[in-house]
């Protein structure tokens, strides 16, 4: 259940009272963890996949209530209260207008707590001066910026005396954004609840994180990327999905001792019990494909030195849970690195089910669904007559119960041999495709603005799962 999607006075889930009682909900009904998507800047499209910084948290999520408890707001007032899709656009207006008057009160930046905070995360520096410089280079990627600006991250040549308050205001947000997330996460963890995060393979091309790390990445003189990433045709495209994030130089990381990669998932591990890695096949080989391609049908699968990465890294984060998001074209390396890892991999009955050749193991998460996955309803109705004989056929071998194929599904997914096993809130309450989080290879709306209004279907269903869970042990 994405942060975003949650139930909010306005128009967007957020790190406020909802959040609360989601955790105190799904402790009720017998759930353990929660599955959220990436919290960073949204990037094109609204997508918590192409973010400005792989490090930073999107302020639309701070709760302007307990700004306005603290009296640093005073003219509060609902937006998009009803509305079932995020207005991205209209809220961002509306929280940054409240945000700039919360800051011109708040003393927070006086405070030692607040200094600890800039010491203690370096990318905050940066990311509020690539800010700045992006701001002023009317949002053109970094590249396009002059050579001063381009390479500040390495020369500090830059005076930035003049956006002084700009910048505290742009640590600020970053400050309260992660005081308010730790105490959820830390209310969670008293409640019993892990929280499961997800970062991204790449990073974006216009990011914070590739202005001022431009050697882990495969460039040219110009600062244009030599190669881009993306996934040849497979289920969801027939063309493939051509990403265009820059490749990374894998032999340069090998030789700094993989510290871009190091501090990334360090970080990720601090705000995270378990953590989700997309597109983890890329870390045994990537698919490069030239930049002048506008498809993804031509590219080349290339080796990466994700094995000699995660041995090390895991001598110093032995207990880590880590799940593999492995799905698609596999190869044998693939499947042979995340065994030597030992890491779970991922099972989503909508590819699997009728696919005969998949192998099901305990150390997996399984799933329904993901975000970009139709809902499990949705899916089913898709089914032509005879799929979904076969679907039934597949599921009476297996001795699964259940009044209706979505009902089975679910007991499917709960009674497999998988040691996790992750049910998406939509499915649980049978929404239909209208509630898809995102379609891969779509851009722009409706892709990840589905939101609910409140929890009352939920609350309606909670001795339903609790019966569920405890049937199947979970």
């Known amino acids: 259940m994405p942060i975003s999607s949650l139930p909010s006075?306005?128009?967007?889930?957020?790190?406020?009272?909802?959040?609360?009682?989601?955790?105190?909900?799904?402790?009720?009904?017998?759930?353990?963890?929660?599955?959220?998507?990436?919290?960073?800047?949204?990037?094109?499209?609204?997508?918590?996949?192409?973010?400005?910084?792989?490090?930073?948290?999107?302020?639309?999520?701070?709760?302007?209530?307990?700004?306005?408890?603290?009296?640093?707001?005073?003219?509060?007032?609902?937006?998009?209260?009803?509305?079932?899709?995020?207005?991205?656009?209209?809220?961002?207006?509306?929280?940054?207008?409240?945000?700039?008057?919360?800051?011109?009160?708040?003393?927070?930046?006086?405070?030692?707590?607040?200094?600890?905070?800039?010491?203690?995360?370096?990318?905050?520096?940066?990311?509020?001066?690539?800010?700045?410089?992006?701001?002023?280079?009317?949002?053109?990627?970094?590249?396009?910026?002059?050579?001063?600006?381009?390479?500040?991250?390495?020369?500090?040549?830059?005076?930035?005396?003049?956006?002084?308050?700009?910048?505290?205001?742009?640590?600020?947000?970053?400050?309260?954004?992660?005081?308010?997330?730790?105490?959820?996460?830390?209310?969670?963890?008293?409640?019993?609840?892990?929280?499961?995060?997800?970062?991204?393979?790449?990073?974006?091309?216009?990011?914070?994180?590739?202005?001022?790390?431009?050697?882990?990445?495969l460039l040219d003189e110009n600062d244009i990327p030599t190669k881009v990433g993306g996934v040849p045709p497979d289920y969801f495209s027939k063309t493939g999905q051509r990403w265009g994030n820059p490749c990374y130089d894998w032999e340069f990381m090998k030789e700094d001792n993989f510290t871009f990669w190091n501090a990334r998932l360090e970080h990720a591990l601090k705000m995270y019990d378990y953590l989700r890695i997309d597109h983890f096949r890329a870390f045994d080989e990537y698919y490069a494909i030239e930049p002048s391609c506008k498809t993804a049908i031509d590219g080349e699968?290339?080796?990466?030195?994700?094995?000699?990465?995660?041995?090390?890294?895991?001598?110093?984060?032995?207990?880590?849970?880590?799940?593999?998001?492995?799905?698609?074209?596999?190869?044998?390396?693939v499947d042979e690195l995340i065994e030597k890892l030992n890491f779970p991999g991922m099972n989503v009955v909508q590819f699997t089910l009728l696919d005969s050749s998949f192998k099901e193991k305990q150390n997996q998460i399984i799933y329904t669904g993901t975000h970009d996955n139709d809902t499990l309803k949705g899916f089913i109705k898709k089914l032509s007559d005879s799929q979904k004989e076969e679907l039934k056929i597949v599921l009476r071998q297996k001795n699964i119960p259940g009044r209706t194929l979505i009902d089975k599904v679910i007991n499917y997914v709960l009674a497999n041999e998988a040691d996790y096993a992750c049910i998406p809130y939509r499915d649980y309450l049978k929404f239909d495709s209208d509630s898809r989080m995102n379609t891969p290879g779509t851009c722009g709306t409706p892709n990840w603005e589905f939101r609910i209004i409140n929890y009352v279907d939920f609350y309606k269903n909670i001795n339903k799962i609790i019966e569920l869970l405890g049937k199947y042990k979970r």
């Not at 030195?305 to 849970?321: A, R």
């Not at 998001?325 to 390396?333: F, R």
């Open 301 to 333: 699968w290339q080796k990466a030195y994700g094995e000699l990465f995660f041995k090390e890294f895991l001598k110093n984060n032995s207990d880590v849970i880590i799940f593999a998001e492995d799905l698609g074209e596999h190869s044998e390396t």
């Open 9 to 217: 006075d306005y128009g967007i889930g957020d790190f406020g009272r909802t959040s609360f009682e989601f955790i105190d909900m799904i402790k009720r009904a017998g759930i353990h963890f929660w599955q959220i998507l990436p919290l960073n800047p949204l990037g094109g499209g609204n997508s918590p996949y192409s973010s400005i910084c792989s490090f930073a948290l999107d302020p639309i999520y701070i709760d302007l209530e307990a700004l306005k408890n603290d009296g640093l707001i005073d003219d509060l007032k609902a937006i998009n209260q009803k509305k079932k899709r995020v207005d991205y656009k209209l809220i961002r207006n509306y929280k940054e207008k409240h945000l700039r008057k919360a800051f011109l009160k708040q003393n927070d930046t006086n405070k030692d707590s607040f200094k600890r905070f800039i010491q203690n995360n370096e990318w905050v520096v940066n990311f509020a001066k690539y800010s700045i410089l992006r701001k002023k280079n009317n949002f053109e990627i970094w590249r396009l910026w002059d050579k001063n600006e381009r390479y500040d991250a390495y020369k500090h040549a830059i005076d930035y005396s003049s956006y002084k308050d700009e910048i505290l205001f742009i640590e600020w947000c970053q400050f309260v954004s992660y005081k308010q997330y730790f105490k959820l996460k830390q209310y969670a963890s008293h409640q019993g609840i892990k929280i499961m995060g997800d970062i991204p393979y790449y990073v974006g091309a216009d990011s914070s994180d590739m202005w001022s790390n431009q050697d882990e990445f």
